[in-house]
């Protein structure tokens, strides 16, 4: 990680009240947040966990079909935003508090159904996205949805679309072999552009199996 975990919130907290004005007014966001809730398709009894996030986009997306949603995020100023949204939508069962992809705060003894997270992880080191894909394993969802800077081949160093200072992206090939190791199968894989994407991975059925090798 680039920046510390405070640093990062620091920074979304400082932007929380313009982000869904200018930070993510891409077409490639907005492609990322529509096929990220395309894929998750919750069903009625489905809690689904949201990390990183933000404003909420993802979340109060899915909260109508889902039974329950739990956003976390480390900005509470973005955890803000998205629970004054949620209030103006009067949208009861989009739950937001504090929490990282290494310990995303949720009751281990409560299932989660499915996780999304959409441009959130690429924060993290190659290792620590690791770490983070085997946390998420460890909650037992039946699908984990990531929408992401990602590289489907050689990155234009003169041309990156997200913030080296900041950002840490890794190649679709990496997040492939993570989500594998975790007990994941990829089942989709859309390519947004070279530098972005979404993957869906679904828990395979050895993977209580895996996990325990």
Same mark, same amino acid.
């Given at each position: ?12 907290d400082s932007i929380a009240g313009e982000y869904d004005d ?81 310990? %995303?705060? $949720? !009751?281990?003894? +409560?299932? =989660? ?5 959409? *441009? ?43 913030? %080296?200072? $900041? !950002?840490?992206? +890794?190649? =679709? ?5 993570? *989500? ?8 989709a894989v859309e390519m947004v552009h070279e530098q972005f ?17």
């Amino acid at each position: 990680m680039k920046k510390t975990i405070d640093e990062h919130a620091a920074r979304f907290d400082s932007i929380a009240g313009e982000y869904d004005d200018t930070q993510n007014d891409t077409d490639e966001y907005r492609a990322c947040v529509s096929l990220v809730v395309e894929h998750a398709d919750p069903g009625p009894e489905d809690v689904v966990l949201d990390i990183g996030c933000g404003t909420g986009a993802i979340g109060l997306s899915l909260a109508g079909s889902a039974k329950r949603v739990l956003g976390r995020d480390v900005s509470e100023g973005m955890m803000e935003q998205a629970r004054e949204k949620a209030a103006d939508a009067g949208i009861e069962n989009f739950e937001v508090e504090y929490g990282t992809f290494r310990d %995303p705060n $949720v !009751d281990h003894d +409560a299932p =989660v159904d499915i996780v999304v997270s959409n *441009f959130a992880m690429h924060h993290l080191s190659d290792e620590e996205k690791r770490e983070a894909i085997h946390a998420i394993a460890d909650l037992a969802p039946r699908r984990f949805v990531l929408g992401d800077v990602m590289f489907f081949g050689d990155p234009d160093p003169e041309n990156p679309l997200y913030s %080296p200072e $900041v !950002d840490d992206p +890794a190649t =679709v090939g990496m997040l492939a072999d993570a *989500f594998t190791d975790a007990g994941f199968t990829l089942t989709a894989v859309e390519m947004v552009h070279e530098q972005f994407g979404v993957l869906v991975a679904e828990r395979s059925p050895n993977s209580e199996r895996v996990a325990e090798e």
